[in-house]
Structure formats: C-alpha cells, structure tokens
C-alpha cells in the first residue's frame, strides 16, 4: 500500500453481483468482467485493460532516491545512464540501473524539466528561480536567468534550428535560448503560466498554458494559434510522435495545491513537494498532422502527471494520486500496466533498452525489467458479501494456465485476522476459504507468462437475517396514540370507512419479503385474517374495509416473512401489533336538545365513543365556536352539554348549528331556532 494511504476499494453490488443488488434472491454471485471491476486492489506485474482482460505486465525493479522525496524530471542520456530532477532541494541524480548518486546541485528547489541541448549537454529547468542550468562532465552550473520568470515548467531543443524553448511562468512567457545563453520572448500568452513545450518535426512549436488550459501552436516569433482549449485548469504535458501527430495531456485540478515559490506565491499545477491529495481529472489527447482532436483517455478520479510515448508508438500516462502507469492504443482500449507502490509518477522514460517509471512519494526509480515475470500477481480487490456468506465454486476465463487462490475475513481492510490464503484451486473447484464478509482473489502468472484472465465468477450465499417489522401505522383511524383536545382546532370529517395501514420493516439481508395482516377485536383472543389465502402482499401498506366490521376497539398485527427468497428450512418471520384502533362508522346523535334564551342543554351520545367535539355557528356563517360538555372533559360515549351562545348569537331570531364529532371523526349537525 502507498504509506497505508491508498484507498483500498470495495466491490460495489451494482458492478460484481450478478444477481440483484436490490433484493437477495439465494444464491448470489460476485462477477468481474469489465476492465473496472479488475481494478482496485494490488496489481503488481500485471496490466488490465479496459475490456476486461488481465495480463502480464512491466516487470519493475526499485532503486530509492534516499536523498529525494519527488522526482520531477528524468532523461536518459547517450551512455545510458538515467538523470533524475528532484524535488525540496533541487538535485541532479544519475542511475547505472542499479543504483543511484549525486550528480548536481542547482541550489533551488526543484528541477523541472531535463533536456539534451547543444553538442548533447543536459540543460535543466528550475524554479522559483526561473533559471536554466547546464550540467556537463559531472557538474551543475547556471546557464540563463529569465528574466521575469520565476518557474521554468519545461524545456524542449529543437536541434535543426539550435534553440532552446523554455515554458515559463508566472507571466506565461514561452522563451527561445541560443547556445550562447541569450533568451528571447518567442511567444507571451495571456494565462500565467506555460507549463509544457515540444518540438514538431516540422519546426512547429507547441505550447500549453495554465491557468486556462489551452494549446497554442507557435509557427514563428509571437506568430500563435490555440489548437485547442480543453476547458480545464492545465495542459500538464506535451509529445510529438515521428510523424507530427501531437499528443497532450490536460487535468483539471484546484489551483494553490503545488509547490510555493520563495515570494510565497503558488503555481497552479505542478509537482508538489508532496503529491496533492486532491485527486483531480486528467484527459489524454492527440491531434494528427491537420490538428483534428481525438479524445484517448478520460480519468474522472486522477490527473495525469506525466507523458511519454514507447518504443511501440503508443503514448503512456503516468497518474498523480495512485502512482499508475496507462497506455490506449488505436481502437481506444484503456490498459493500465503498472501500479506503483508511491503515490505520483514523475517522469516516464520508455525509449531505448532500459526503460524507467520514476515515482515520487517516497521518490523510487523503477526500471522496467521486461513484461511479466514470477512476480505477475494480481490481487481482485476487496469483494463484500454484506454479509457472512459461504462461498460456492469459483469459475474463471483464462487464454493458458493461471494459478489462482482466495482468502477471507470480516474487516474492510485485509489484517492478521483473516485466513492465509489458499492452496492454487481448479476452475469449478470450491472456495476453500472459510465463511466470511469480504473475499479476495489472487492469480499468479508463475505457470504461464502468457496468460490472459478475462473473466472470474464466485457465487455465495449470505446468513439469511431476520426482517423486522418495527411499526404499525392506521392513516384514518384514531389510535389510542392520538390525543384530541376539546378546545383545539376542527376535526378532520371522516372520508369514509377505508383505514390506510401502513407498516416499516429493518430488512438488513434485503430479501423480498410477504407481509400477512390480521386483526383482533379487543377483549377477544381470535385473530382474523385480513387476505385471501392466496393472496400474495409484498407492499407495507393495505387498504383495510371496515364498513362491514362491528363497531369497536381493534388491534393489527403484521407478520413478514423472507419466503419469497429463503427455503423453507431457511425462512425467518417476525410479527407486530399496532396500538388500539377505533372502528367507528356511525356518527353521534343529539338527544333531549332544549333552548332556554340564549342556552342551549342536551345530550351527545355515539355508539363507540368517545364524544370529541361539541361546536356551534351562526347558520351560514361556518364560524364554529367549540365549549365544552357539562362534566368538562370530552371522554364518554355520552356527554351533557350546557352552552350559553350569547356571545354568538345577539338578541334577536337567530338559526343556530350544532356539530357533535366522535373519536373517530363522524359528526352530526342539527339545527335550533333561537328567539
């Protein structure tokens, strides 16, 4: 792991289950077959394509640059060594392959770029210094100050003309050196910085800027057009193949997160002493001879750090926040063909015999033994059940022979309390790893270097864990959990004799679930079913008829059931009962009614009960003024009233409403006249 930094991903339900990642139904099964779903756990000698297939990949060695934390810059030089700009101390170090030493210091603070110049001296790019160094026969000494540049981000020699481009900021100046060290402003661009350059075999000069990343093409002296503006934040990287055919990478990444200058400004996009954790967008592009733009690569996770084109003639990316190396070849299929142990790769040399990944984050340069190698392993990442499950036969596409193993436990991260992994299994063979959360799948290339995996599948079956019902709800029913106050606002009027029930469940193991609902009559022992037998009721709600039911108090219980996905010596049921619900369809009556001047006497009586609400109006008017029943508490099937209506009824002939709810919203309205 990159410091125990890097994240250590999950198989999603949505890319490796094959069976629906909403509803457990049985047996499940992990499945990877796309190029993503390979991705994610160790990757060491292997690469993986975007289609779905695993192979051999670089074979990398590992020299540490122990006096360097980053490595900018790097160049293979004509007697095959490798150079190496780095970071916080800006030094020069040179590499036989096996190990590494001092080569020169430039006293800044970083070394940016390197570059073979006239007669094959080595120039290097520094900042915050804005200074270009030359370092021949073991020593590092300055070349050219530029003036008002504080970064030279990258430097290109173009060897027909015998100059020296230099990408600058913080004024977005593109300068042209001679041998002599005279600089000149060859283009200034509106943004500020230029961060890249190259050379075409034209004699085009091709520039890209930062903090607007747009791609300028430079035919002559202040002679520039934007080939293309990618709409991000930087064009990081430039390379121009044998036939003209441009190649750039361009990132979106949040401004301030590089390296400080000493005048305490900050770049918008370089190396930093110590990689972003932001991690950014990164795009690969490449243009042919007449400037068309094709789109080869599109990472919405990383940005691109560096650029380099192989042997091959495909352009390879190396990635800013997990250390990965790229390539895409023609038919845009994506292979990632080395994942490094630091976080950033810095520079990529790929031309020659001996080629190199430098990596940064501790800085290590890694040269590239060959493709494939005893050390081929791939490891899947980490793959969730959800659950405990016990894991079936693994079955798997290979062109040759793998040998592949798995090991499990039940923390997200892999420690000392999982199992060791297995002994090799055959294809079709059982998991031997105990029963657990998390699994993981391990190949190894030892058996054939050739091999190519494409497909892997293990199907699993997870403890099948109880549902629970954890409230019963009655929309259009008092419950004995509501509360009506006398003197509170209007009563909602009943709608009719239909209670909504509604009902929520913990359903941690997902399983499709049966719900039956019955009810009880209080004060009896007989539960009732609410369904047809044969009715199957996956919804948690139900439409309950009362119309036909004796008036009274009631209770529901809900039973769920996983036997919809579960046999029978498997299925789980839990079941809970509602609070009292009032079945009352019926509404009051108004007996004894009797007017006294302006007092009005009777009595409210309702079959069920209790008696809610006792209101008067004006006729006409529904301005409804409650009081209260002559005991002063509304909590009978029959309650006296005595009412002075003075306050609402004036001297004089007067029709007046009166209203009588019960608990359960029925009311009944009569009409007195009042002299």
């Given at each position: ?14 890319l ?65 060594s ?50 270009v160094w ?12 530029l ?48 961060m ?16 607007k ?12 057009t934007?080939?293309?503006?990618f ?16 190649f ?13 200058s ?5 770049s ?6 110590k ?8 795009t ?23 650029l ?27 292979v ?42 791939w ?6 059940a ?31 309390t ?14 031997a ?12 290339w ?59 469940v ?23 079913d609410?369904?047809?037998?044969h009715?199957?009721l ?20 809900v ?10 010596d ?68 029959r ?7 003075s ?9 007046l ?19």
């Open positions: 792991m990159k410091h125990g930094f890097k994240p250590l991903c999950v198989a999603c339900a949505s490796c289950l094959l069976a629906s990642s909403a509803h457990a139904v049985g047996t499940r099964t992990f499945e990877l077959r796309k190029g993503d779903d390979f991705k994610g756990g160790d990757l060491k000698g292997v690469a993986v394509d975007s289609s779905g297939e695993v192979r051999a990949g670089f074979n990398l060695g590992q020299i540490p640059v122990t006096d360097a934390t980053t490595i900018w810059s790097g160049l293979i030089v004509k007697n095959g490798v150079l190496l700009g780095t970071g916080n101390d800006g030094k020069i170090f040179a590499s036989d392959g096996a190990s590494v030493k001092l080569a020169g210091d430039t006293g800044s603070l970083a070394v940016t770029s390197l570059v073979e110049g006239f007669g094959g001296t080595v120039y290097a790019g520094t900042l915050p210094d804005g200074e030359k370092y021949a026969n073991g020593k590092a000494e300055k070349f050219v100050k003036e008002g540049a504080e970064h030279v981000w990258q430097l290109a020699y173009d060897a027909k003309t015998g100059s020296l481009f230099a990408a600058t900021g913080p004024e977005g100046k593109l300068f042209r050196i001679d041998q002599k060290g005279t600089a000149q402003v060859y283009f200034d661009a509106p943004e500020q910085h230029l890249s350059v190259a050379v075409a075999p034209d004699g085009a000069v091709y520039t890209g800027a930062s903090d990343a747009k791609l300028y093409k430079v035919a002559g002296p202040g002679r520039a934007v080939l293309y503006d709409g991000r934040t930087e064009v990081r990287a430039i390379v121009v193949g044998d036939k003209g055919e441009v750039a990478v361009a990132n979106e990444v949040k401004p301030g997160t590089y390296t400080p000493r005048k305490g400004g900050t918008a996009a370089s190396p930093a002493a990689p972003p954790k932001s991690t950014g967008k990164g690969l592009y490449k243009f042919d001879a007449s400037g068309t733009p094709e789109q080869l690569l599109d990472n919405k996770d990383e940005y691109f750090s560096s380099a084109l192989g042997d091959d003639g495909r352009p390879y990316v190396g990635t800013g926040v997990e250390g990965r190396v790229y390539t895409v070849d023609d038919n845009h299929n994506e990632l063909v080395a994942d490094v142990e630091e976080r950033q790769v810095g520079a990529l040399l790929l031309k020659g015999k001996q080629r190199y990944v430098a990596a940064s984050d501790p800085a290590v340069l890694h040269p590239i033994r060959g493709v494939g190698g005893t050390d081929a392993v490891t899947s990442k980490v793959l969730d959800g659950l405990r499950a016990h894991f079936g036969k693994m079955e798997w596409l290979s062109r040759g022979a793998l040998e592949l193993s798995t090991r499990s436990g039940n923390t997200l991260e892999p420690d000392d999982w199992s060791a992994w297995s002994s090799p299994v055959q294809a079709g063979a059982d998991v790893s105990p029963a657990a959360r998390f699994l993981q799948v391990r190949a190894r030892n058996r054939d270097p050739n091999a190519v995996l494409s497909s892997l599948t293990i199907p699993f079956v997870t403890d099948n864990l109880r549902a629970v019902v954890t409230e019963v709800e009655a929309e259009g029913a008092p419950t004995s959990s509501t509360g009506v106050e006398s003197s509170g606002g209007p009563l909602s009027r009943k709608s009719g004799s239909t209670i909504t029930l509604k009902w929520k913990d359903n941690p193991d997902k399983d499709d679930l049966r719900y039956r609902v019955e009810y009880q009559i209080i004060g009896t022992s007989t539960w009732y609410m369904l047809d037998p009715e199957t996956t919804k948690t709600t139900y439409s309950w008829e009362t119309a036909d039911l004796p008036e009274g108090k009631y209770r529901v219980r039973t769920a059931s996983d036997e919809i996905s579960n046999p029978p498997r299925v789980r049921r839990h079941e809970l009962e509602s609070s009292v619900i009032l079945v009352d369809n019926t509404p009051p009556t108004i007996a004894d009614l009797k007017v006294q001047g302006r007092r009005i006497q009777g009595t409210a009586i309702d079959g069920v009960g209790p008696i809610a609400r006792i209101e008067a109006s004006v006729t006409g008017t529904d301005q409804w003024i409650p009081f209260f029943p002559r005991d002063g508490v509304y909590d009978e099937p309650e006296d009233f005595d009412a002075d209506v306050t609402l009824a004036p001297q004089g002939p007067v029709l409403s009166l209203r009588v709810y019960d608990r359960a919203g029925n009311f009944v309205v009569k009409n007195v006249a009042l002299k």
